[in-house]
């Protein structure tokens, strides 16, 4: 009689995989994400939650005019920020240090579901730091009375999400003034610091936001390290050089969120 041996998916069916990195470049993140995604889809890994923070780039949406950004792409890689293309709905953003960007990789059901959970989870954090935030009706994004403190970006393919969401911490919010952020024109940004005046919240703020998303989509969080991470994707290793580990198709645009056709690509974002 031979015996069936259970998958890593199967052993953790109802967990969240979450693996806080270090700064991580936003190529090497993308690459990361589509590794997990694969393994989602192939039913090899439980859902996963990818914490860390950017060094200072413009992601550039399917969306994305020139006019959001006026400067030009030279200018702003001569202030020492990248300029990247992504595969995400929505238009330009800018992630940097100071500000938690946090990747689900899940298999989802209805997607604007999952996209208000994320709202939710955002919300609840915020207001475990004494925050009253929101996700208003008609307004993308999580808000902090009459500025944005979080955005979210998610794509969906086959079921399984990428990209997600980023809520600023203590980082420079000067660089979102360069740009029409998310097709934001004149659109206030604010931070955990500005809303608080506390410092050093990135580490508190990066558990409270790992536990509120496992609590809202009914999972039990386990902390997971890059290594095995890697090892439940087969041993390929990231970028030493480039990440620094913490240790331990086309789209209809229905107000404001990206919808794919058929059985393709679906994307919701809310930037």
């Known amino acids: 009689m031979s015996l ?68 030009g792409e030279d200018w702003y890689r001569m202030q020492g920020i990248a300029v990247e293309e992504s595969d995400r709905g929505g238009r330009v953003t800018y992630h940097g240090p100071g500000q938690l960007v946090g990747y689900p990789i899940m298999r989802v059901g209805e997607v604007p579901a999952y996209v208000h959970g994320l709202e939710t989870a955002m919300v609840a954090a915020l207001g475990d730091e004494g925050v009253e935030a ?22 969906v393919s086959r079921g399984v999400t990428t990209h997600g969401f980023a809520v600023n911490v203590d980082g420079d919010l000067q660089p979102f003034s360069w740009v029409v952020a998310c097709g934001g024109e004149g659109e206030r940004v604010t931070s955990l610091l500005k809303e608080t005046g506390r410092t050093g919240s990135m580490p508190c703020f990066s558990k409270r936001v790992a536990w509120r998303t496992a609590q809202t989509f009914g999972l039990r969080q386990r902390l997971v390290s890059t290594q095995r991470l890697l090892a439940a994707l087969g041993h390929q290793p990231l970028s030493t050089d480039s990440v620094v580990y913490e240790k331990g198709k086309d789209a209809l645009v229905v107000g404001g969120i990206e919808t794919g056709r058929d059985a393709g690509p679906v994307e919701r974002i809310r930037a």
Do not use: C, F, N
Request: aromatic content about 4%; charged content about 25%; glycine content about 10%.
């Open 4 to 71: 069936s041996i259970p998958t890593t998916a199967e052993r953790s069916r109802d967990e969240l995989w979450v693996v806080r990195l270090g700064r991580v470049p936003y190529g090497e993140a993308v690459t990361l994400q589509h590794r997990i995604r694969d393994a989602r889809q192939a039913g090899a890994v439980p859902d996963v939650l990818l914490l860390l923070e950017h060094e200072p780039v413009y992601t550039k949406g399917r969306r994305t005019e020139p006019a959001d950004l006026p400067m």
């Open 134 to 155: 929101a996700a208003p009706k008609g307004r993308t994004g999580v808000w902090a009375g009459e500025a944005k403190i979080g955005s979210i970006g998610v794509h």
